[in-house]
């Protein structure tokens, strides 16, 4: 919509009056909502930001005065239901959404209230706010936390844990039991016999820590 002046209408305490008498919520001097390749050459910083845990493209526009998100990652749940009008610098007035969405930047952090477009040039404009960090200042730990925050939700998912038999109920043996079980059978009794006679050439030594281990396992006569 191009603002003229056969509309009747006027700025007035960033309201828009009508010719009707109603008046409408607008954002002036919003940069980047022109064209691209002017905003291009503005050179703004872009960094990357988080709308509620998706990672997202943020410009800092200082040329702007409110905060715009792409209606694509605004839920419906987060609209208020009021509407907006923009204002862009070609003097074209654009109707936005408004909504309230939690934003996390190296410019801007919190719950934050924002106009929804759907063509706007950048994921996020943060622009100048109560509490927004200059261009030249934009905190980089915000992320590091939120990055650091993420990796250990995903060790946390991927931790899965340890299964452990119920030994009463699937009949298990705890070691004595296993022994005993060893000693008693006769096929062990006889392997143990076998490898006992190939031993008669070992050192006195090497003989005897055998001995044990077997005997240990599996027969008590040796003991």
Do not use: W
Request: include cysteine; proline fraction near 5%; charge should be negative.
């Amino acid at each position: 919509m191009k603002v003229t002046d056969n509309l009747q209408s006027e700025v007035k305490d960033e309201m828009l009056q009508l010719a009707s008498g109603k008046s409408v919520p607008l954002m002036m001097n919003c940069a980047a909502l022109s064209d691209p390749e002017k905003t291009k050459s503005l050179r703004l910083p872009i960094l990357r930001g988080e709308i509620g845990g998706r990672e997202v493209d943020v410009m800092r526009d200082t040329g702007c005065e409110g905060v715009v998100v792409r209606r694509k990652l605004v839920d419906a749940s987060q609209l208020t239901g009021e509407c907006c009008l923009l204002l862009r610098i070609d003097n074209t007035a654009l109707l936005a959404e408004n909504a309230v969405i939690n934003l996390r930047t190296p410019f801007l952090s919190g719950e934050v209230k924002a106009l929804c477009i759907p063509d706007a040039i950048c994921d996020v404009i943060v622009g100048n706010v109560d509490g927004v960090r200059s261009p030249e200042d934009p905190d980089m730990s915000v992320m590091v936390v939120a990055a650091t925050t993420r990796a250990q939700a995903k060790r946390d998912a991927g931790t899965k844990p340890l299964r452990v038999p119920d030994l009463e109920r699937h009949g298990g043996v705890d070691r004595e039991q296993l022994i005993k079980l060893q000693q008693e059978d006769p096929r062990i009794r006889e392997l143990t016999y076998s490898h006992l006679s190939h031993l008669s050439a070992l050192p006195d030594a090497v003989l005897a820590v055998a001995i044990d281990d077997l005997t240990f396992c599996c027969h008590p006569a040796l003991s």
